[in-house]
Protein backbone atom coordinates (compact mmCIF):
# COMPACT_ATOMS: atom_id res chain seq x y z
CA UNK A 1 0.00 0.00 0.00
CA UNK A 2 0.98 3.73 -1.00
CA UNK A 3 1.02 6.08 1.75
CA UNK A 4 -1.62 8.02 0.52
CA UNK A 5 -3.51 4.61 0.15
CA UNK A 6 -2.97 4.00 3.76
CA UNK A 7 -4.19 7.46 5.12
CA UNK A 8 -7.38 7.39 3.41
CA UNK A 9 -7.99 3.78 4.32
CA UNK A 10 -7.20 5.04 7.86
CA UNK A 11 -8.89 7.72 7.20
CA UNK A 12 -12.36 6.45 5.69
CA UNK A 13 -12.40 3.66 8.70
CA UNK A 14 -12.92 6.39 11.22
CA UNK A 15 -15.73 7.55 8.93
CA UNK A 16 -14.36 11.03 8.03
CA UNK A 17 -13.80 13.24 5.44
CA UNK A 18 -10.48 14.70 3.95
CA UNK A 19 -12.13 18.00 5.48
CA UNK A 20 -12.56 16.18 9.10
CA UNK A 21 -9.15 15.16 9.39
CA UNK A 22 -7.62 18.54 7.61
CA UNK A 23 -9.30 20.24 10.56
CA UNK A 24 -7.98 17.32 13.18
CA UNK A 25 -4.75 18.23 11.69
CA UNK A 26 -4.74 21.30 10.79
CA UNK A 27 -3.91 20.84 7.50
CA UNK A 28 -5.04 22.10 4.27
CA UNK A 29 -7.63 19.89 2.79
CA UNK A 30 -5.67 20.31 -0.55
CA UNK A 31 -2.72 18.97 1.04
CA UNK A 32 -4.45 15.69 3.05
CA UNK A 33 -5.58 15.63 -0.59
CA UNK A 34 -2.02 15.67 -2.47
CA UNK A 35 -1.00 13.09 0.17
CA UNK A 36 -4.13 10.66 -0.16
CA UNK A 37 -3.15 10.76 -4.23
CA UNK A 38 0.52 10.11 -3.77
CA UNK A 39 1.65 13.61 -5.37
CA UNK A 40 3.67 15.11 -2.10
CA UNK A 41 5.79 13.59 -0.61
CA UNK A 42 4.64 13.04 3.73
CA UNK A 43 6.93 15.60 6.23
CA UNK A 44 7.83 13.83 9.64
CA UNK A 45 5.35 16.45 10.96
CA UNK A 46 2.39 15.39 8.74
CA UNK A 47 3.41 11.60 9.72
CA UNK A 48 3.00 12.69 13.40
CA UNK A 49 0.00 14.98 13.56
CA UNK A 50 -1.88 12.47 11.18
CA UNK A 51 -0.91 9.29 12.27
CA UNK A 52 -1.97 11.10 16.41
CA UNK A 53 -5.29 11.99 14.54
CA UNK A 54 -5.85 8.32 13.13
CA UNK A 55 -4.50 6.14 16.01
CA UNK A 56 -6.99 5.11 18.77
CA UNK A 57 -3.82 4.35 20.99
CA UNK A 58 -0.17 4.30 21.74
CA UNK A 59 0.63 1.08 19.59
CA UNK A 60 -1.83 1.74 16.50
CA UNK A 61 0.23 5.34 16.45
CA UNK A 62 3.41 3.75 16.53
CA UNK A 63 2.26 0.77 13.72
CA UNK A 64 0.65 3.81 11.39
CA UNK A 65 3.23 6.49 11.71
CA UNK A 66 6.17 3.55 11.48
CA UNK A 67 4.31 2.30 8.10
CA UNK A 68 3.70 5.76 6.91
CA UNK A 69 7.35 6.63 6.89
CA UNK A 70 8.72 3.05 5.49
CA UNK A 71 6.14 3.50 2.41
CA UNK A 72 7.04 7.08 1.94
CA UNK A 73 10.61 6.27 1.69
CA UNK A 74 9.90 3.67 -0.38
CA UNK A 75 7.20 5.29 -2.97
CA UNK A 76 9.04 8.90 -2.56
CA UNK A 77 12.96 7.30 -1.95
CA UNK A 78 13.13 10.00 0.88
CA UNK A 79 11.24 12.25 3.69
CA UNK A 80 10.85 15.63 3.17
CA UNK A 81 11.52 18.01 5.81
CA UNK A 82 9.18 21.22 6.66
CA UNK A 83 10.76 24.11 6.43
CA UNK A 84 11.71 26.06 9.58
CA UNK A 85 11.45 29.33 10.30
CA UNK A 86 12.93 29.44 13.23
CA UNK A 87 15.88 31.53 13.94
CA UNK A 88 17.49 27.61 15.36
CA UNK A 89 17.81 26.22 12.00
CA UNK A 90 21.21 28.28 11.25
CA UNK A 91 20.09 28.84 7.64
CA UNK A 92 19.67 25.16 6.46
CA UNK A 93 17.21 24.84 3.57
CA UNK A 94 15.20 22.04 2.57
CA UNK A 95 17.36 21.11 0.04
CA UNK A 96 20.53 20.95 2.12
CA UNK A 97 18.48 18.82 4.37
CA UNK A 98 16.96 16.46 1.28
CA UNK A 99 21.16 16.67 -0.19
CA UNK A 100 22.03 14.83 3.55
CA UNK A 101 19.58 12.51 3.85
CA UNK A 102 20.28 10.96 0.24
CA UNK A 103 24.29 11.00 0.97
CA UNK A 104 23.42 9.24 4.54
CA UNK A 105 22.08 6.54 2.01
CA UNK A 106 24.93 6.20 0.20
Not at 19 to 37: G, H, V
Not at 38 to 51: G, N, P, S, Y
Not at 85 to 96: A, R
Request: proline share 2%; glycine share 4%; aromatic share 4%.
Amino acid sequence: MTPGETIKHQREKRGWSQTDLAKETALSTSTINRYERDKRALTIEAVHVIAMSLSTDEESYRRLSADLVQTTCEHFGTMRWKRSSSPLDDGVTESDKQNTATNKER
